[in-house]
């Protein structure tokens, strides 16, 4: 029998290159987004091409109690679930001191309470079938929070910590925890990608992804080169170099 993994956000991105990696590899699908058209037209596609299963259902996981009733009803539709990725997740730009919190309510509504309750739904799931793979998809702005963009970068960094976290609550109840740091991945969730560097596609990033989920890694970076190496460089540079080197790449 096949593995079956359920992807949130799954309607574009990096959730429908994901969806499409692990079709590749046999794994029947669960997909859930807010636009079901676009799930429904993936699923179609994903099925004819692959000979695989694909269940979809309608979800925004800003409205956190859709989350669970969503996840169970993939389940029924699938039977076990093997990997639940919890990827909805959406960008937001504010300047500090402008007096909009709206758009980082909405940030971390969804990309750390929608994640939650994906990771709290999935782990009910998991911990009465006896295992599972929690994923999490994070992003390198959880090391290196970007200028104008305080709000995503933290509402990753949470995740990041609450899942691991969890992996220590998880380690004798045979749920491995994954999480995930991309850097710049190219989609239409962040448009103008293009001006920023060591920018890959979403179908190369979602291949690294899925050996490193089948790997079961804990934590990884996407792509891990340049990106760890960067890591060790922003950590050390002083905050009037980090700030004029993310200004001129904003502007670029």
Known sequence: MGKNVVITGASSGIGAALAKAFAQKGYNLGLAARRLDKLEDLARQLEEQYSIQVAVTELDVQDDSQVAPALSHL?????????????????????????????????FQTNLIGAIATLDAATKIFLAQGHGQLVGISSFSAFSPLPTSAAYSASKAALTNYMNA??????????????????????????NMDKYPFVIEADAAAL???????????????????????????QLLPDHLTAKMFGKMMKG
């Not at 899925?210 to 460089?233: D, R, S, T, Y």
């Open 166 to 191: 969890m992996r220590l609550e998880l380690l004798s109840k045979n749920i491995q925890v994954t999480v995930i740091h991309p850097g710049f991945i190219k989609t239409d969730i962040a448009p």
């Open 75 to 107: 389940a029924q539709q699938l039977g076990q679930l093997d990997i639940v990725i919890a990827n909805a997740g959406i960008t937001g730009a504010r300047r500090s001191g402008n007096g909009n919190l709206n758009i980082d309510k909405a940030i």
């Open 208 to 234: 690294q992804m899925l050996a490193a989920i089948e790997e079961q890694k804990a934590n990884v970076i996407i792509p891990a080169l340049p990106w760890k190496i960067a890591k060790g460089i922003l």
